[in-house]
């Protein structure tokens, strides 16, 4: 069984510290993403919210590549989060990437799997709980960090073998300059595949008595993390995924979680909740994230959370939240 991917992304201040070095006022990125200007200071955020920053600059910059490029290079290493403080202080590239592949848990909505095979390396970019893929400068900058990691903790200019996006790229040619390979969009995965050689480079940058310190700390946090989903939780991580145009039964989603419906029951029973109650909350949070998004029309969210029609949607709504579902959203997102 996967782990559940949380819905609380922390945005490292360096982002934003980023943003405002390319010349991008950072009001405008919450502006143009439609959020309000707090997001700025509050550093964790939806994944809606989070892929809405990412496409708000994206948008700023005009270009996918040449925004994806100025930003990867720009990010001052002083400004690393502590789970990639310890990869840029690892004892080689290999190392590094394997603890940015297991701290990534810490940080959703993307996942990276590592591959090694005969001369080749490949990191694999994967979208968590998300029913989307997410925005193209989010991959684009994601592999570029990849590669600038190995480049600046190794001093080596390293080149990638070749690239793989799903999305188109904008200016194809500044991400070919930059990694030093072809690049092919329209791609089944995003994907950056590396000469394996180039995985037992030493980091100049590496530092033992940090990570013992950072290691431990980071360690006990994914733990931390991984055993506070509940069961519930669970299931309404389950059901999400599950939502659209129908509802989910409990049948499915025990056989999902590996056990009975039966046990499945008696385990509700015992956190003092039901699965009917569960799927209205994962209904209502659902929703909620949704109509925050401008560009799903209300009848589209009320397929997407499993109304077959928007009456019912409307009644549901109205339940929750003691409004509709359109005045709801004007309130919060200030839409005329």
Sequence with gaps: MKSQPSNRIKIPPGFWTG???????????ARKARLPLTVITDSVVTTAQYFAIWQAYSDLMGDTAQGIIKLATVFETAQ??????????????????????????LCPPESLRI??????????LKWLDTGQPGPAMLAGITLAFLLELGRRGTGHHMVAQFVEF???????????????????????CNRL?????????????????LLEILTPALDRSLGEQQRSRSITEMIKWI????????????QAV???MGMSDRTLQRRLTDENTSFQHLLTQARHEQALEYLADPSLDIKEVAFLIGYEDQSSFYRAFRLWEGNTPANWRTEHLGAS
């Design 19 to 29: 943003v405002r070095q390319l010349g991008i006022d950072a009001h405008d990125v």
């Design 193 to 209: 595949t590396l000469q394996r050689s180039d995985m037992d480079r030493l980091f100049i940058s590496y530092n033992e008595e």
């Design 115 to 124: 591959t090694e095979k005969g001369e080749q390396c490949t990191i694999e």
């Design 166 to 188: 799903s999305q188109p790229m904008g200016d194809v040619q500044i991400l070919e300059a930059y990694f030093g390979c072809s690049i092919r969009t329209g791609a089944e």
């Design 239 to 250: 059901m999400k995924r599950s939502l659209t145009g129908g509802r989910p039964e409990i």
């Design 80 to 105: 690393y989060p502590p789970s990639v403080l310890a990869t840029y202080h690892a004892r080689d590239y290999r190392d590094a990437l394997h603890r940015m592949a297991r701290y990534k848990q």
């Design 254 to 256: 025990a056989k999902e």
